[in-house]
């Protein structure tokens, strides 16, 4: 349940108050380690206040204008949820074309998430990243804290029945999510002249998912990623594709990474 209210004359700040309430029950997992235990039942019930100023000139591809937004998320047992803990979100966009129709885009955004009375965040509610709207160095949702899952080799349960002496089963990395997220992205948008519509894209995307609030092991967890990428534009948006590099490859992920999607990256 959502209300939403204009707080200025010019339309361009909004106030949302939301509720929501969900359960989760997770059964018949193929392989029960990819999901903890106590994140198989989930209920929450949260309680959200969202503030956003919006000045984009057009949302679907943006030449100027700013993007604010800021929201805190409360879950309570209290109210029904079974963890407690609290998010905090923000997000700031700042757009400006300059000489010769280049157009300077450039992103931050926060995630603070944090559990209370002795409880815990839980997998679906933790911060995650890595894509084409993201850390383009990375596949999608292949940043930050890793763990690694045990999986037979002939199928997908973690219980194997491997002959006597012998080890059937491998493992495989996933991506574990953390309580803090960093983002940095900047990019420079510019048009190449031999086709209406056409764009040729230089980009910055910095940051990570880090474990805990606190920005614990910052310098070795931060990710700088570099590329390039082109558009074309569409009536519903800019047809994307990027090229991402990690300039600190992680092993066992890929360091250069392609997307292919509709839309800016932010």
């Keep these: 349940f959502q209300v939403q209210r204009n707080i200025d004359r010019a339309r361009k700040d909004l106030l ?38 919006d000045t984009r000139d057009n949302v679907l591809d943006e030449h100027g204008g700013v993007l604010q937004s800021i929201e805190l998320d409360l879950n309570s047992t209290r109210l ?24 300077w885009a450039n992103s931050l955004r926060i995630g603070l998430a944090q559990p209370f009375a002795s409880s815990r965040v839980p997998l679906s509610e933790k ?17 930050g804290p890793q763990r690694q899952v045990e999986v037979c080799g002939a199928g997908t349960s973690t219980t194997c029945s491997c002959p006597a002496g012998t080890n059937c089963a491998t493992s495989i990395q996933v991506p574990s999510g953390g309580n803090e997220l960093l983002l940095i992205n900047s990019e420079a948008r510019i048009p190449v002249p031999i086709k209406k519509g056409l764009g040729i894209v230089f980009f910055y995307d910095g940051g990570n ?22 558009r074309y534009a569409t009536p519903v948006g800019p047809v994307r594709i990027d090229l991402g590099r990690n300039l ?10 392609y997307f292919i999607s509709i839309g800016q990256a932010f």
């Design 80 to 103: 029904g949820s079974s963890v407690n803990f609290a998010k905090l979100t923000g997000q700031a966009a700042y757009y400006k074309q300059t000489f010769h129709n280049i157009v």
């Design 209 to 230: 998912v880090f474990p805990n609030v606190g920005f614990h092991d910052f310098s070795s967890l931060y990710s700088n990623n570099v590329g390039v990428g082109l």
């Design 248 to 257: 600190d490859p992680i092993k066992g992920i890929q360091a250069t990474q």
């Design 16 to 53: 949302f108050l939301r509720y929501s309430f969900s359960k989760t029950d997770l059964t018949r997992i193929e392989i029960p380690a990819l999901v903890p235990t106590e994140d198989q039942h989930v209920r929450l019930s949260t309680i959200a206040a969202n503030v956003t100023r």
């Design 127 to 143: 911060y995650f990243t890595g894509g084409g709207d993201s850390l383009r160095g990375f596949p999608l949702d292949g940043a």
